[in-house]
């Protein structure tokens, strides 16, 4: 019924909250919210990378002028739609406060660590 998640790996279909959806380090990154009982040894999400592909596309018809273009795998694309038949578009209601403090620590969490490791390959140079 599910075919893109189930190839995906993603076998507690009915267990599925909630998910979303990122653009980080050049990746979508596809974060599924399973619902656990308290004390359950199972995860309670699965995050899953997936890659871009680039194409170039024509900007202006009169000026030649080229541009390259990202877009979504269109394996994120089949899931999205299939988790979005599992939860509903509940994913795609307004940003809460709180959702955006999250989102803005973890990514304070990403930039320092990246910070992080350009410091350690600089000084691996001296």
């Known amino acids: 019924m599910y075919p893109t998640l189930q ?7 009915q267990d599925i909250e909630k998910f979303t959806l990122r653009y980080e380090g050049g990746h979508d990154v596809l974060k599924i919210y399973y619902r656990r009982e ?19 596309v024509l900007a202006d018809g009169g000026q030649q002028t080229y541009r390259q273009v990202q877009e979504p795998s269109l394996i994120v694309l089949r ?3 299939e988790l979005e038949k599992i939860v509903g578009k509940q994913h795609e209601t307004k940003a809460t406060k709180e959702d955006l403090i999250k989102e803005l620590e973890h990514l304070e969490k990403v930039v320092n660590s ?3 490791e350009l410091k350690t390959k600089i000084q691996a140079m001296e």
Do not use: H, Q, V, W
């Open 7 to 13: 190839s995906m790996g993603i076998t507690s279909i």
């Open 38 to 56: 308290k004390g359950s040894l199972l995860p309670k999400s699965k995050k899953f990378k997936f890659g871009r592909s680039t194409k170039t």
């Open 79 to 81: 899931a999205m739609e």
């Open 114 to 116: 990246k910070i992080e």
